[in-house]
């Protein structure tokens, strides 16, 4: 390629962070810096111990942007800067930069331009996930907790808080089931595309034959619930019952009866809290995830009655949208982007990006043409 074409290329890329900075609009997240740094240097912040971690996760993450910006914006200009030398010195070494730097900045990019696809009415929340582990016995057990540690890892690689709310331990391995949050906003938005039923294909190592088995395990994300939101649960619909937290093995993490489970009578959902020393915690935490399973559910009975169709129950649940094969070869396969890699290890410590980009597109690409239709 010619120094023509790579100024053509930069040429474009300029264009599209361009639009980037105006979509994410750069003036207003330091418009949201300054206000946010003034919350967080008043002297009384950590009174409210709750709204403190909402200002300093939210500082975090408008810092963590406008950065971001910044440093493309930067990494183009010296890009440009670059080319200008190459071409006055003629000096292929330095084209060859020019080069790899325009093929990192094209994927920096690329990923920084899925942000500006999230624009849907809870997009922006913070978001809960819950695990449950499916058909397949054990092996489903150790699937979903496999699934845990994977998505704990992924928020940890981005700096992002979490917080587990729940961990039902199955009798022989695994989770039954998880819940947890990821404390950012804008996690709603972009994990929501890893809802529904994830399929493992491996030789199982709880199978004394070392026969292939296949497990499944269901994945939901919801947003998390704000004040705003006015999601009352009256007493009367609600039965709390308290009982002994337990771990593997059916050890004791606690000594009292701390760990809640309310049931909301009128639907039938049932949620558990268990990770808390504190009954009141633990309590308070279950709410906040029954009243997002309810926001959910009034979302879904909103977008139906728009669309003039019954609401599925199932769900997303009921839908297989990835698959990982561990054996008889080794590949981890998206099955509605097509999205794959031979590295099915990775993807299990946290490695999810690209196949969490894809969903996005290819969601953003349904509704266009839903749109369309």
Partial sequence: MTAADYAEQLKDLDATLRNIEAVLDLDRLREDKARLEEQASAPDLWDDQAKAQQVTSQLSYVNGEINKLSGLRSRLDDAGVLLELAEAENDPGVLAEVESEIGGLTKA?????????????????????AIRAGAGGVDAADFAEMLLRMYLRWAERHGYPTEVYET????????KSATFTVKVPYAYGTLSVESGTHRLVRISPFDNQGRRQTSFAGVEVLPVVEQTDHIDIPENEMRIDVYRSSGPGGQSVNTTDSAVRITHLPTGIVV????????????ASALRVLQARLLERKRQEEQAKLQGLKTE?????????????????????????????????????????SFIEAGIRWRKQRQLSGDAA
């Fill in 313 to 353: 129950a199932a769900g997303s649940w009921g839908d297989q949208m990835r698959s990982y094969v561990l054996h008889p070869y080794q590949m981890v396969k998206d099955l509605r982007t097509e999205q794959e890699t031979g590295n099915p290890s990775a993807v299990f410590d946290g490695e999810l990006d």
């Fill in 109 to 129: 990019i690329q990923e920084m331009e899925v942000r500006t696809l999230l624009s849907g009415e809870y997009d922006s929340r913070e978001a809960l996930v």
């Fill in 272 to 283: 558990t809290c268990q990770n808390e020393k504190s009954q009141l915690q633990n309590k």
């Fill in 168 to 175: 039902s331990y199955a009798e022989e391995a695994g989770l």
